[in-house]
């Protein structure tokens, strides 16, 4: 699923407080672990399973607003927005997997499936991804469809991916879609590899470089004298932004993972693609 342009492309922004191979290899993006911060055994699978279950309950009180986006603001996700996102009433519907892998019983190594979109697209050319795309007529749900695109992307086995359920959606105004990400769980993916010319390549990151506060900053960008804030992740080079960066920063946030960081560190997402 391709990332919005800007921060104003869903959920709010940035919180105030706070070679290249093209197969998923063993060496993943990141490395080490901060001081406190284990997934030893099964934390992954348990905070997951918190994590939906907050979803399901803010559907529950506020179903309105967690039918159009609300749950996703930066605000705690028991209060309501004071405003959703306008014009979202003929939204298509998407679906992204967020797939977490653990590939040995120690969690320390876990992490997160990412794409890089191809640099020859039309449309969000070379920015990271989650697997997934527009849900289909043919697809009987969000998963079906999140499933479904991560296979024709990356050729992921959608036997090998325990599916745990699915977060309230989150709006992408730009674009016209209301995104479901689907939360599963996975061992060993087996042999993932661009399936389509829509991926550049297969991005495993590691959940703790994701978490690491010195790999946390703020991208700013500047589009006809409005100047659009956002979270995002830098990891060996490689920027994690966009509608893809918020949905990192509010997951890693509501698991309770995120360590305190600098959102003061800045920087403009041109510098990592020219001719954005």
């Not at 992408?172 to 479901?180: A, L, N, Q």
Request: hydrophobic share 40%.
């Amino acid at each position: 699923m391709r990332d919005a342009d800007t921060a104003s492309q869903g959920p709010d922004a940035a919180r105030p407080d706070a070679a290249r191979p093209d197969i998923a290899r063993p060496d993943l993006l990141g490395g080490g672990v901060p001081a406190g911060f284990s997934l030893t055994g099964t934390a992954v699978p348990t905070r997951l399973e918190a994590l939906l279950q907050q979803g399901r309950d803010y559907a529950c009180t506020h179903p309105e607003s967690a039918g159009s986006g609300g749950w996703w603001n930066q605000r705690p996700t028991t209060m309501p927005p004071r405003m959703t996102p306008a014009g979202m009433e003929n939204a298509r519907r998407a679906a992204v997997l967020m797939l977490f892998c653990a590939p040995t019983p120690d969690d320390d190594d876990a992490h997160l499936l990412l794409t890089e979109r191809s640099p020859g697209l039309k449309k969000h050319p070379g920015q990271i991804s989650f697997p997934g795309g527009a849900q289909e007529k043919f697809d009987r749900d969000p998963t079906a469809a999140a499933l479904r695109e991560a296979q024709e992307e990356v050729g992921l086995d959608p036997a090998r991916v325990r599916v745990l359920g699915s977060l309230p959606p989150a709006p992408v105004p730009i674009s016209g879609f209301m995104v479901t990400p689907v939360i599963g769980i996975a061992g060993h993916t087996g042999l993932l590899r661009p399936q389509s010319g829509e991926v550049e390549r297969v991005l495993p990151v590691r959940l703790d470089a994701l978490i690491r506060p010195e790999n946390r900053l703020t991208t700013v960008l500047h589009r006809s004298g409005t100047v659009f804030k956002a979270p995002a992740f830098l990891v060996d080079g490689t920027l994690i932004w966009g509608f893809t960066g918020i949905l990192v920063d509010r997951v890693l946030n509501r698991l309770g993972w995120e360590e305190p960081w600098d959102a003061g560190r800045s920087v403009d997402p041109q510098d990592y693609l020219p001719g954005l």
